[in-house]
C-alpha cells in the first residue's frame, strides 16, 4: 500500500529515471578543434622533394604529391561546384596532410637505418659461470608471479604479479614520481578511456585491423583504451591557449598502458609485450625554442633513474625510419637483461615539435599585449615501463639461492627490505575444461 509519506520518494524515484533516459537520448560527442597543418610549408610546391625525402627515410608513409594534386583540384574548381563537391575534396585533403610525418632532427638522417649508441651505463652483471634464468623462469621458482592458465578468464598475456614483486612495482612507481615531484613536474591523474581523435592526433593509427587500440563499442563517438598517458596529457591541453609566461609546464602521470598488439617472438615472450600495463610518464607544454632542451631534461631524467639503480644500459640515438609519424628526435633506453641474452628497450623520450599541437589546438599567447598566438610544442618520455623494469631488475640483481637483491634506491620504498625472498607455493588455478573433467571423475 502506498501511503502519502512515500509520495515525495516515489516522485523523486521517478524523476532520476527520467533524467537517466534523456542522458542515454543525448548523443554525447567530443568537441575538438580542427587541426591546423602548417600548410605555409606543406602546400609550398618548392618544399615537395624536401618533403618526399623526409617520408622515404620515415617508411614511406604519407604522400605529398597526392596533397598536392588534391590542393590543386581544390583551388581549380569552378564557382558553379557544389557545396557537397567541395566538402568531400577538401576532407580528402585533410586526411592525406594528416598522414604527412614530422620533420626529422639533422643529427637522426646521419645515422642511415640504425640507432647510434650515445652511451653505455655501468656494467654488465657477472654470474660466475652460473645458470642465468630468465624472468619468468626465475619468478615461477620464487612463487611471486603468474601467466599461465589464465586465458579462461583475463585473455593472452594477462599476469599477476604477488607478494614482494607486487611491492616491487609499486616501489618502482613511488620512486620514479618522487624523482620527478622533485624536478617541478605536476603529478596528475587521466582518463584511460579516449576519444579516437586524440589518439589519432598524437600520432597513432585507430584504423585498419592491425594497430595497438583497444576500441570500445560506443554507439556515437569512437572511443578507446588508451596506449599511453601521453595522450590524455596531450588531449589535457587541446583547444587551450597558455600564457608565454607558464611555459614550460611539466607534467607526469602514472597509468595503466592498453595495447592491442603483442608479439610471438621467444625473446619477446611472458611480460616483454603484454596487452595492459603501469607506466610513469613525463610530458611538456613548451615554446619552439625550449623544447629541444626539453628532451635534454628528459633524456637525463630518464638515464639517472635507471643509473641509480645499478642496471647496464646503453642510451641511442634514433634513426629517421623509428621514429613513427609524431617525433622529430627520439631517444631509446635499452637494458641488458642477461635471462634472454639481450638489449630491450625500456624507455624512450620524443619531441614532437608542433605535430601534436596543431592537430589538438594547443597554443600559446605572447607579445606586449599578449595578442599573438602560436603552437606549442610537446615533448614526452618514459620515467619508467613496469614491466620491462621488472624484467631487467630480477634477470640482473638474482642470485643463486632464488632470492632477489633489490637495489638500494627502492629500499625505503620496500619497507626497508634488501631482498626479495622465495615464496610458499600458489594454489593451483585449473582450466576449465579440467575442472569439468574432475567433476566427472
Same mark, same amino acid.
Given at each position: 500500500?502506498?501511503?502519502?509519506?512515500?509520495?515525495? *520518494?516515489?516522485?523523486?524515484?521517478?524523476?532520476?529515471?527520467?533524467? %537517466?533516459?534523456?542522458?542515454?537520448?543525448?548523443?554525447?560527442?567530443?568537441?575538438?578543434?580542427?587541426?591546423?597543418?602548417?600548410?605555409?610549408?606543406?602546400?609550398?610546391?618548392?618544399?615537395?622533394?624536401?618533403?618526399?625525402?623526409?617520408?622515404?627515410?620515415?617508411?614511406? *608513409?604519407?604522400?605529398?604529391?597526392?596533397?598536392?594534386? #588534391?590542393?590543386?583540384?581544390?583551388?581549380?574548381?569552378?564557382?558553379? %561546384?557544389?557545396?557537397?563537391?567541395? @566538402?568531400?575534396?577538401?576532407?580528402?585533403?585533410?586526411?592525406?596532410?594528416?598522414?604527412?610525418?614530422?620533420?626529422?632532427?639533422?643529427?637522426?638522417?646521419?645515422?642511415? *637505418?640504425?640507432?647510434?649508441? /650515445?652511451?653505455?651505463?655501468?656494467?654488465?652483471?657477472?654470474?660466475?659461470?652460473?645458470? *642465468?634464468?630468465?624472468?619468468?623462469?626465475?619468478?615461477?621458482?620464487?612463487?611471486?608471479?603468474?601467466?599461465?592458465?589464465?586465458?579462461?578468464?583475463?585473455?593472452?598475456?594477462?599476469?599477476?604479479? +604477488?607478494?614482494?614483486?607486487?611491492?616491487?612495482?609499486?616501489?618502482?612507481?613511488?620512486?620514479?614520481?618522487?624523482?620527478?615531484?622533485?624536478?617541478?613536474?605536476?603529478?596528475?591523474?587521466?582518463?584511460?578511456?579516449?576519444?579516437?581523435?586524440?589518439?589519432?592526433?598524437?600520432?597513432?593509427?585507430?584504423?585498419?585491423?592491425?594497430?595497438? %587500440?583497444?576500441?570500445?563499442?560506443?554507439?556515437?563517438?569512437?572511443?578507446?583504451?588508451?596506449?599511453?598517458?601521453?595522450?590524455?596529457?596531450?588531449?589535457?591541453?587541446?583547444?587551450? /591557449?597558455?600564457?608565454?609566461?607558464?611555459?614550460?609546464?611539466?607534467?607526469?602521470?602514472?597509468?595503466?598502458?592498453?595495447?592491442?598488439?603483442?608479439?610471438? #617472438?621467444?625473446?619477446?615472450?611472458?611480460?616483454?609485450?603484454?596487452?595492459?600495463?603501469?607506466?610513469?610518464?613525463?610530458? @611538456?607544454?613548451?615554446?619552439?625554442?625550449?623544447?629541444?632542451?626539453?628532451?635534454?631534461?628528459?633524456?637525463?631524467?630518464?638515464?639517472?633513474?635507471?643509473?641509480?639503480?645499478?642496471?647496464?644500459?646503453?642510451?641511442?640515438?634514433?634513426?629517421?625510419?623509428?621514429?613513427?609519424?609524431?617525433?622529430?628526435?627520439?631517444?631509446?633506453?635499452?637494458?641488458?637483461?642477461?635471462?634472454?641474452?639481450?638489449?630491450?628497450?625500456? @624507455?624512450?623520450?620524443?619531441?614532437?615539435?608542433?605535430?601534436?599541437?596543431?592537430?589538438?589546438?594547443?597554443?600559446?599567447? =605572447?607579445? =606586449?599585449?599578449? =595578442?599573438?598566438?602560436?603552437?606549442?610544442?610537446?615533448?614526452?618520455?618514459?620515467?619508467?615501463?613496469?614491466?620491462?623494469?621488472?624484467?631487467?631488475?630480477?634477470?640482473?640483481?638474482?642470485?643463486?639461492?632464488?632470492?632477489?637483491?633489490?637495489?638500494?634506491?627502492?629500499?625505503?620504498?620496500?619497507?626497508?627490505?634488501?631482498?626479495?625472498?622465495?615464496?610458499? /607455493?600458489?594454489?593451483?588455478?585449473?582450466? +576449465?575444461?579440467?575442472?569439468?573433467?574432475?567433476?566427472?571423475?
Amino acid at each position: 500500500m502506498i501511503t502519502l509519506k512515500s509520495l515525495p *520518494v516515489l516522485k523523486s524515484f521517478h524523476l532520476e529515471q527520467k533524467l %537517466v533516459t534523456l542522458a542515454r537520448s543525448v548523443h554525447h560527442k567530443f568537441h575538438l578543434v580542427k587541426p591546423n597543418y602548417d600548410t605555409d610549408y606543406l602546400l609550398n610546391p618548392a618544399n615537395i622533394p624536401e618533403i618526399q625525402h623526409n617520408i622515404e627515410h620515415r617508411k614511406g *608513409v604519407g604522400n605529398i604529391q597526392l596533397v598536392h594534386e #588534391l590542393n590543386n583540384k581544390l583551388r581549380s574548381l569552378s564557382a558553379d %561546384v557544389g557545396e557537397s563537391e567541395k @566538402s568531400q575534396l577538401n576532407d580528402r585533403l585533410q586526411a592525406e596532410l594528416r598522414k604527412i610525418p614530422n620533420r626529422t632532427h639533422p643529427e637522426a638522417l646521419k645515422h642511415g *637505418v640504425d640507432p647510434k649508441v /650515445v652511451r653505455y651505463y655501468n656494467e654488465k652483471p657477472s654470474f660466475d659461470g652460473g645458470k *642465468v634464468f630468465e624472468f619468468s623462469e626465475m619468478t615461477k621458482k620464487m612463487n611471486i608471479f603468474r601467466m599461465e592458465k589464465l586465458g579462461n578468464f583475463t585473455g593472452h598475456k594477462s599476469y599477476y604479479l +604477488t607478494g614482494e614483486l607486487a611491492e616491487l612495482e609499486q616501489a618502482l612507481i613511488r620512486y620514479a614520481v618522487s624523482k620527478l615531484l622533485a624536478r617541478n613536474f605536476h603529478l596528475i591523474t587521466v582518463p584511460d578511456i579516449l576519444p579516437a581523435r586524440i589518439i589519432e592526433s598524437c600520432g597513432m593509427s585507430t584504423h585498419g585491423e592491425r594497430n595497438q %587500440v583497444y576500441k570500445l563499442n560506443y554507439p556515437h563517438e569512437t572511443l578507446c583504451l588508451s596506449g599511453t598517458s601521453e595522450m590524455a596529457l596531450a588531449g589535457y591541453f587541446a583547444g587551450t /591557449v597558455t600564457e608565454e609566461s607558464r611555459l614550460p609546464l611539466k607534467l607526469t602521470a602514472v597509468s595503466r598502458c592498453f595495447r592491442a598488439e603483442t608479439s610471438a #617472438l621467444h625473446e619477446e615472450k611472458g611480460i616483454y609485450r603484454v596487452h595492459q600495463f603501469t607506466k610513469v610518464e613525463m610530458f @611538456s607544454v613548451c615554446r619552439p625554442d625550449q623544447s629541444e632542451a626539453m628532451l635534454e631534461e628528459f633524456r637525463d631524467i630518464e638515464v639517472g633513474l635507471f643509473d641509480a639503480l645499478g642496471v647496464h644500459f646503453q642510451l641511442l640515438d634514433m634513426p629517421a625510419c623509428e621514429l613513427g609519424a609524431p617525433a622529430y628526435r627520439k631517444y631509446d633506453i635499452e637494458a641488458w637483461m642477461p635471462g634472454r641474452g639481450m638489449y630491450g628497450e625500456i @624507455s624512450s623520450c620524443s619531441d614532437c615539435t608542433d605535430y601534436q599541437a596543431r592537430r589538438l589546438g594547443i597554443q600559446y599567447r =605572447s607579445g =606586449s599585449d599578449n =595578442s599573438q598566438l602560436h603552437y606549442a610544442h610537446t615533448v614526452n618520455g618514459t620515467a619508467c615501463a613496469i614491466p620491462r623494469m621488472l624484467i631487467a631488475l630480477l634477470e640482473n640483481f638474482q642470485n643463486k639461492d632464488y632470492t632477489i637483491t633489490i637495489p638500494e634506491p627502492l629500499r625505503p620504498f620496500m619497507r626497508g627490505k634488501d631482498k626479495i625472498s622465495r615464496k610458499k /607455493v600458489l594454489p593451483e588455478l585449473k582450466l +576449465t575444461k579440467r575442472l569439468a573433467q574432475e567433476e566427472i571423475c
